[in-house]
Each structure stands twice: as C-alpha cells, then as structure tokens.
C-alpha cells in the first residue's frame, strides 16, 4: 500500500500527470450531468455520432494543418448537435437512423481523408489515437488545461441556472410548450453544451467511447435513485470517482486511459444493478 | 359568466391542406367543455391551436383575462419517456410553476407553497416523495393534474386523460375534475367517450371529418340527430 501511494506521489510531481487528472475528473463531472438528460431523452448515442463528426472535423483539420484544430472541430460538432437535436422530433429521418447515419458518414470521411493526405508515417496510429483517445489526455499543454476549466465552468454553470427548465423539458415537452416555456430555445442550449463536452471529452476518452462517460454514470444511478436530483448528485459523484479511479489505475498498471476509465464505469453499473435488483427482492 | 375563449369560423391544418374548418364555439368559466370526435378529426390541432402553439389558417380565437396562450394548465397524453424517468412527484408538481418563474433559476416560496395547494386539492400530498414512475396510472394522472393546476388555476385543457385506465381509476379521475370543476376551474375535455361526455359534460363540441357538427349544451346534444346517432353508434360497440 505504501509502496502504491509513494509512486502515486511520484507521479503527481508531474505537471502533466496532474494536468490529466484536472482535466479527466472535469469533463467525467460535465457529461455525466449532461448524461442523465440525454438518455431520458433517448439520445444515448448522440454521444457516438457527434464524436465521430468531431472525428472527421478533426482529419480536415490535420489534412489542412491548422495549427489549432478546434477552430474547425468545434463548430462542425455545434452545428450537427443543433440539427441533430432540433430535428429529432417531426423529420423524415427518425432520431436514432438520423444519428447513426452521420455518425457513420462522419467516419468514413474522416478515414478517407486521412489517408488520401497522410499528415504522418504511421495513419493507423493516428485514427487509433483519435478513436480510443490513447495517452493525448497525458501530453495536455497548460493552455489545453485553460481552455477545459473555462469549458467546463460553462457548461456546469448553464446545467445549474436552468436544472429546472432542462428537467421541465425533458420530462414533458409538451406540456412545457404549452405552459409557455421555450422548449425550443432549451432544447438548443442543450445541444450546444453537448457538443462542447464531447468535442473535449475527445482527448480523454477518444471518440468511440465518449458514449460511456455520458450514458453509464446516468444508468448506474438510475438503478438507484428515483429523483431527478438524486440521479442528477449520484451519476456526477460516480463518473468523477471511476474517472479518478481510471486514471490512477492506468498510472500504476499501465492500461490507456480512456478505456481504464469506461471499464470502472461498467464496474459500477454492475454492482448498482446488482443492489437494486437485491432491494427489490427484498421489499417484496 | 364570462367568456374564457370564442372561436369564429376557424379553419386548421397544415401547409396546404385543412384538418378542419368552420369551427365556431365558445367556453365560459365554470364550463365543463366536452371535444367529441373520431380519430383524425382534428381533435389535436384543435388542442394546439387551443394552447397558442399553432396558429388556425383563418377565422378568429379571442381569449378572455388570464386565459392567454401559456396560462391553460394542460394535461398532454402520457409519453413513453415519462414511463421510466426518475422523478418524484414534487419535482413533478413543481415543474407546473415553471412558467411564471422566467428566468429565474429557483423556485420560491410561494410557488413552493402553490405546489403543496395543489397536492392538496388533488390528494395526493402523502405521495409527494414518491417516484413517478411506480405510481399507478390514476395516480400518475394526479400527479400531472396537480402540476396543470400549478400552471394554471382558472382553465384546464386534457387530452384523453383516462387512455388506458382500469375502469376504477377512470371513474376516479372523471369524479376528481368533475370536482375540480365544480370549485370553478374551466374543463376542457378532448375524448371520444361519449358516455363520460353525457354524465359529466356541461356543453359539447363534436367535430367531423372537416367540419363542426354540433356545439351546445349537453342536453341539447342527446335530442339531436348527431348526438342520438353517435351515442347509439358508440353504444352498439361497447355491447360487442
């Protein structure tokens, strides 16, 4: 045990090390917040399809080297949330096959373009750490640190100044509309702090598992919790302690990060959904 | 009694084609409003333009004091998310007090206190902790009138509140809003149980395919032709 926390401590000597820990332990509290209204909405995979069209933002931007990517990630990512989002009630296309077709579409352009104006020797390197997000949360610069603080600050600022409009919206949009609320309007905002999680969850996770930050904290407290508050305090406390424990794990066996992190995510998931199923045995 | 909401030869639809037209009709407070008709009739464009949410292609709607767009509490059909999102029922009330707060990002005393009122009125405070989603569906039922309310005291607008209750419960709910209605809250009720309609309704409106086909008091509804063709009609398929 002491011989774990003496390497532990050797490790937060590194500013990088604890760039990573600041920057995980931000965006696991972001999403996981975001997560809860998401699947209640049925936009569970909004996560997958917006990170693959942050993906394909991401290859153009490398194909044209722009030296900072997210002028180009961000706003391709903002604008597929809002139409994604905004249109998932009375299109054509239903929310699901309409995520899953940019989503995939996404994809492909973005391999496509990497390897028709390779940027590097080594290309399969280069997708595999865009979509596992690989060591990149380990080689954070200070303004990268910045820049996620200042995000997140936002987007936990927003969800706290209108937790009571989002629950209103997500549990009844009708009766919201109908009361005069503006669903519209509420239904945009969250679109857009989607967006800015997932377009800097990206580093962390990578894009193929941002879907697990976002959706297992919110089940795992489902499992538990029959309030919306409850839910809402029991999925942040969790993501941000399976993304500590990730992170720490990852250090001392040296596992990636972003799956060590998902893989204490299903953890967790596993144990609340074996105590709720034992509470449940027991009441009856 | 004053009038809470007249309608003159309104036409609704979509771009292009008419849902239904000629609508001509009126609600004064204390009414207990009946909206007959079959499936597709325009029932719910009825109810959005009712609501402020969708504006009638022409004709006029003219609303009394504080039943302006946003102030009718309305109870929406159940949708699937709501079957399993964690949420207690306070939360739930609460929710209804959401349009009078703007931007304000708390709810205040006062409105915390109407929340309880409502409650109260509808029975169901000892559930206040309680989850939504294990209720049974007349409480549930509770719950969003309760929130309604909160929204809006003077008119409530439903749609098709007693879909897939057990007859109990559904007794239940009509005789809640019949007393509701008694203690002067405007009833608006979308339905097409014309049985409910002739034991509780004060007036009814029965829309065709495309056009009005009766408005007036619920006697005058049973002598009439339509009336005595659709009671007898809806009769023969409950005795099947």
Same mark, same amino acid.
């Not at chain 2, 008419?18 to 000629?22: F, L």
């Given at each position: 045990m002491t011989e774990i926390i003496s390497t532990l401590h050797e490790f937060f000597q590194f500013s990088f090390v604890r760039y990573a820990f600041i920057v995980g332990l931000l965006i696991a509290l972001c999403s996981s917040l975001l997560g809860v209204t998401l699947v209640l909405k049925r936009f569970s995979f909004i996560g997958d399809g917006l990170s693959h069209v942050a993906f394909g933002a991401m290859s153009v931007a490398a194909v044209t080297s722009l030296t900072n990517q997210n002028l180009i990630v961000l706003p391709v990512t903002l604008i597929s949330a809002i139409l994604l989002l905004r249109t998932g009630q009375n299109t054509r296309i239903k929310g699901d096959a309409a995520v899953a077709m940019i989503s995939v579409g996404a994809l492909a352009i973005g391999y496509m373009l990497m390897n028709i104006f390779p940027t590097s020797g080594n290309i399969s390197a280069d997708v595999c750490s865009t979509l596992f997000g690989s060591f990149s949360i380990l080689a954070l610069k200070p303004s990268d640190v910045r820049l996620c603080v200042i995000m997140s600050i936002i987007v936990i600022g927003t969800f706290i100044f209108f937790y009571n409009k989002i629950f209103a919206v997500t549990f009844d949009e009708s009766f919201a509309k109908a009361t005069g609320v503006k669903a519209e309007l509420y239904n945009t905002l969250i679109a857009v702090i989607t967006a800015l999680i997932i377009v800097l969850a990206m580093n962390l996770v990578g894009s193929l598992l941002i879907s697990a930050l976002i959706i297992f904290p919110a089940l795992s407290a489902m499992r538990l919790f029959r309030s919306f508050r409850s839910v809402i305090i029991c999925s942040a406390v969790v993501s941000v302690v399976c993304a500590a424990a990730g992170i720490l794990l990852s250090i001392l066996v040296s596992t990636p990060v972003g799956s060590t992190i998902v893989v204490a995510d299903l953890a967790v998931f596993l144990v609340f959904s074996l105590i709720s199923k034992a509470v449940r045995r027991s009441v009856k | 009694m004053s009038i809470q909401i007249a309608c003159k030869n309104v036409s609704l639809g979509y771009e292009g084609s008419? /849902?239904? %037209?000629?609508l001509s009709f009126s609600v004064s407070s204390g009414d207990y409003l009946y909206i007959l008709g079959e499936n597709g009739s325009g029932k719910s464009t009825l109810v959005k333009a009712l609501l402020g949410l969708k504006p009638q292609i022409s004709g006029e709607i003219t609303r009394g004091e504080g039943v302006a767009a946003g102030q009718i509490g309305y109870l929406p059909q159940q949708t699937v998310v709501q079957r399993d999102f964690p949420a207690s029922v306070r939360e739930i009330v609460l929710s209804g007090c959401l349009s009078k707060s703007g931007l304000r990002p708390f709810y205040t005393a006062a409105e915390r206190a109407s929340a309880n009122a409502a409650m109260e009125r509808l029975g169901i405070t000892g559930l206040a902790k309680r989850c939504y989603r294990e209720l049974s569906g007349g409480q549930q039922q509770r719950v969003l009138l309760a929130r309604a309310l909160c929204a809006a005291g003077k008119i409530l607008l439903l749609d %098709?509140? /007693?879909?897939?209750?057990?007859p109990k419960a559904q007794v239940d709910l009509y005789e809640m809003i019949g007393k509701l209605n008694s203690e002067g809250v405007t009833i608006i009720m979308v339905s097409h149980d014309v049985g409910a309609a002739m034991r509780y309704a004060s007036h009814i409106l029965h829309i065709g395919s495309h056009k009005q086909l009766f408005f007036g008091t619920a006697e005058d509804y049973a002598k009439s032709s339509v009336g005595r063709t659709f009671i007898a009609s809806e009769e023969a398929e409950n005795d099947d």
């Open positions: - | 008419i /849902v239904t %037209e000629d %098709e509140p /007693v879909t897939g209750l057990d």
